[in-house]
């Protein structure tokens, strides 16, 4: 049997998720990250401009990620990532970055230290 959950019994039991809330009703899209078996394992959630996607990805609230990234026809691949233990911190984090172009905005793209060959 399923219980439903309300947001504000969520949000009485788990504070943190007022800003997946804030985010979600700003447009961006969520998806669930399941395993092999259907399982539910995270959340990732993205929003995407003109020049840059923006994206979380949340698999407990002790593990978080988020990055942005540059589309091709400004550089393309990724220009900030943080990851952490405090789901607020790291969406705050991404949340606070500057547009490209205005000062303080990340540009120097973060090249990938495995190499990966097929």
Known sequence: MS???????????????????????????????????????????SMSRRQYTDALFIFDSTNVSAVRLLADEYG?????????????EVVTDLLGLPEPGESGAPHLVKRSRLLWTP
Not at 76 to 88: H, I, R, T
């Open 3 to 45: 219980t439903v959950i309300t947001e504000e019994d969520a949000l009485q039991r788990f504070p943190e998720l007022q800003q997946l809330l804030d985010v979600k009703r700003a447009g961006w899209n969520f998806r669930v990250i399941e395993d092999d078996a259907h399982r539910l394992t995270g959340l990732a959630a």
């Open 76 to 88: 393309g691949g990724c220009v900030w990532k943080k990851s952490g233990a405090d789901l607020q």
